[in-house]
């Protein structure tokens, strides 16, 4: 299936939810919708189509028409063939639905809250939608990815902050592991629910080390650094 087959298909299946159908490059469709019916197509892609959820990026593009973009990457491996849906969310009404609960696709779990952490644009229907990325003592209404934020803000502690951990099913017990932990790289905090010798869930606390990459690469770096810097991550 080729870029151009493809946007003639999902033109065809939802006629005019498509706002437009692109080639942007050769290996490529890009189709823009309405963020209302983001769930519908995308769990059109991932469960009836077969294809892989490959990313969820959120891009504040206020500077060039006023809006922020959530594009949703998908792949065809079989075809060689990406695909991004794109959806405008505007500046006064910042929200979007979320696909890991409302399509059932949880690969886009943590990029959805990252995006709503990062950019401040609210995600909803999400099973999960606790804070990922930011320190556990950022103020709430600063997003750093946000291009009206200076590359080196350093905003003053919230106070009395503390992380929102889950629950462990009753009757389990709570194994916690780090956040220092001999075998681990860099900072994480893990609380393994057990019953018994069996581990029937868990809880996650990371991103200690966070570095503001995608800050520097977004504002400082140029097209040659940005590489060179990701590499040595």
């Known amino acids: 299936m080729t870029p151009s087959e493809f946007n003639s298909k999902v033109k065809e299946r939802f006629g005019d939810k498509i706002k437009s159908a692109e080639t942007p490059v050769y290996d490529m469709a890009k189709i823009t919708i309405d963020r209302k019916d983001m769930p ?51 500046e006064s009404d910042l929200w979007f639905d979320s696909i890991t609960g409302s399509s059932s696709i949880r690969a886009a ?11 401040g644009i609210k995600v909803k229907n999400h099973p999960d939608p606790r804070r990922l990325i930011l320190a556990d003592d950022w103020p709430e209404d600063v997003h750093p990815l946000r291009r009206d934020v200076p ?36 900072p994480a905090y893990f609380r393994l629910f057990v019953e018994g010798e069996n581990i029937v ?23 040659n650094q940005v590489p060179f810097l990701a590499e040595r991550i």
């Not at 959805?112 to 950019?119: G, M, N």
């Not at 868990?202 to 097209?223: C, M, P, T, V, W």
Request: net charge negative; charged share 25%; glycine share 8%.
């Open 40 to 90: 519908e197509v995308s769990k059109y892609l991932f469960h009836d189509q077969g294809a892989r959820h490959v990313a969820a990026v959120g891009t504040d593009y206020r500077d060039a028409d006023g809006d922020f973009l959530i594009d949703y990457v998908f792949s065809f491996a079989a075809d060689k063939l990406f695909v991004t849906v794109r959806s405008s969310i505007p």
């Open 109 to 119: 779990n943590w990029a959805e809250r990252e995006i709503q952490d990062l950019l």
């Open 151 to 186: 590359s080196n803000l350093n905003p003053p502690s919230a106070k009395g902050c503390k992380p929102i951990m889950a629950k462990p099913p009753e009757g389990a017990t709570v194994v916690p592991v780090g956040p220092f932990f001999p075998v681990l790289e860099e």
């Open 201 to 223: 869930g868990g809880d996650y606390r990371g991103f200690y080390s966070h570095r503001g990459i995608e800050k520097l690469a977004d504002s400082q770096l140029n097209y």
